[in-house]
């Protein structure tokens, strides 16, 4: 029986979707914005040279059609990949969101098959940014008698700006983005970490109810003197999604479901047997570990956020493209190990254009790359993709009925 390895390399845009113009960071539309292309213009002008240099070197991917699929999407140049002429290897295509939104579970419920049936709620880009009867249920949860923040915010600078005073008030801090978000960051000694992570737990209910997609705990650590860090004991809590995905149509024929990294957030656990979590190195090894072990019927589902949430929103353009070379020499040792009738997909959830203006997530297509172990020159353009044809590939691949809107690319 057949196994599948969908991977998500989150934010790794390749040109804006037809629809970007509808999409702004500021005042500034997504058109134009375009996350693989723009970083591989500044490596080719020496212009990411922070622990790396030269061009953006991305041999693996390239070969699998990640340039051919950057073509499809978008005329804008791409130095250095899809350069040397040769034919992919790999199945590859470029594929477009249907769903309202440019954010983590749009993209990731589309992909698993289920575009997003509403509206997302969305806080005002003001100060304060959260309506008073939100405060007063985040006051009584935590029983303080105020919250700090209430605005749009990075994560980095407002614990930079906060973070003192809320050690010294106890006041959790509140802020939000252009995303359909609601976070709570707090000192894990200070505040306490299960306090936090419950707190969370108690107001995401109210939040749902908003169509706010996902209330996250941002648990922090250090202080005034030595600096605030964010620590990797985040946690999630998703609206549920209101209709079967692609880990539940796995799950309920009787197979195996892994989860890798925030999958398990994104989807509130729903039809994910194992989970594991961490950086994106230790999730590196345990894709390497599923690749080894995984069942034959098994789907191992993984997404790779520090693209987005360490280089796209700090808009660092050396640190995106020291993490994209990483994964590409990753790739590079996984792929031989792929058994004949293995399927591992690599695509996106949405664009985060380091180079573009502000800090959000930019409406962009992405790519979509097949490779099949054992196949031997098994190779081809899929075309031009909806996301939930991902699903829809990755279900036939396993034999599963798929119930989502999306047609099996391969």
């Known amino acids: 029986m057949a196994r599948a390895f969908l991977v998500v390399m989150d934010s790794v845009g390749i040109g804006g979707a037809p629809d970007a113009g509808q999409y702004f960071n500021g005042d500034l539309p997504d058109t134009g914005a375009n996350t693989l292309a723009h970083i591989a213009q500044a ?10 240099s030269g061009p953006l070197h991305l041999p693996t991917l390239d070969a ?6 950057v073509a499809q999407a978008s ?5 250095n990949l899809g350069a040397n002429g040769a034919a992919p290897i790999g199945h590859w295509g470029a594929a477009r ?33 959260f309506p008073p009867e939100l405060v007063a249920h985040v006051c009584a949860a935590a029983g303080t008698d105020g919250i700090l923040g209430n605005c749009h915010a990075s994560g980095t600078a407002i614990i930079a700006e906060h973070g003192a005073e809320h050690m010294q008030t106890g006041l959790p801090i509140c802020y939000t983005s252009a995303d359909s978000v609601f976070q709570i960051a707090a000192h894990e000694e200070t505040f306490g970490l299960d306090r936090l992570i419950s707190l969370c737990e108690r107001v995401a209910p109210y939040l749902h109810a908003m169509k706010i997609g996902r209330v ?64 994106d190195l230790h999730l590196m090894e345990h894709l390497h570990s599923a690749v080894d072990t995984a069942e034959e019927g098994s789907l191992t589902f993984a997404n790779f956020v520090e693209f987005d949430s360490l280089y796209g929103h700090r808009r660092d353009i050396s640190g995106y493209a020291r993490a994209l070379e990483w994964f590409d020499r990753e790739l590079a040792k996984l792929l031989p190990k792929l058994k004949a009738g293995d399927l591992l997909v690599l695509t996106a959830d949405h664009g985060n254009d380091p180079s573009w203006p502000g800090t959000d997530h930019t409406r962009e297509q992405v790519p979509v790359l097949m490779a099949l172990g054992g196949e ?6 899929l075309g031009a993709l909806n996301f939930a044809d991902v699903a829809a590939t990755v279900a036939s691949h396993l034999g599963v009925p798929a119930q989502g809107p999306g047609r099996p690319a391969l």
Not at 64 to 69: F, N
Not at 75 to 79: L, Y
């Open 97 to 129: 969101e249907l769903s309202p939104g440019k954010d983590t579970p749009s993209g990731h419920w589309e992909l698993a098959g289920l575009p997003v049936p509403w509206d997302w709620g969305y806080f005002p880009d003001e100060t304060p940014a």
């Open 216 to 279: 996250i705990a941002r648990p922090f650590v250090g202080s005034a003197e030595e600096g605030f860090s964010r620590t990797t004991n985040r946690r999630d809590f998703a609206i549920l999604p209101p209709a079967p995905i692609l880990t539940n149509w796995v799950q309920d024929a009787g197979q195996k479901v892994h989860g890798i990294g925030k999958i398990g957030d994104i989807f509130s656990m729903q039809g994910i047997d194992t989970l594991a979590k961490g950086e």
């Open 43 to 52: 490596c080719a002008a020496g212009e990411a040279e922070q622990g790396r």
């Open 64 to 69: 699998l059609g990640l340039g051919a699929a």
């Open 376 to 381: 031997g020159g098994s190779a081809g353009p």
């Open 75 to 79: 005329a804008v140049p791409c130095p």
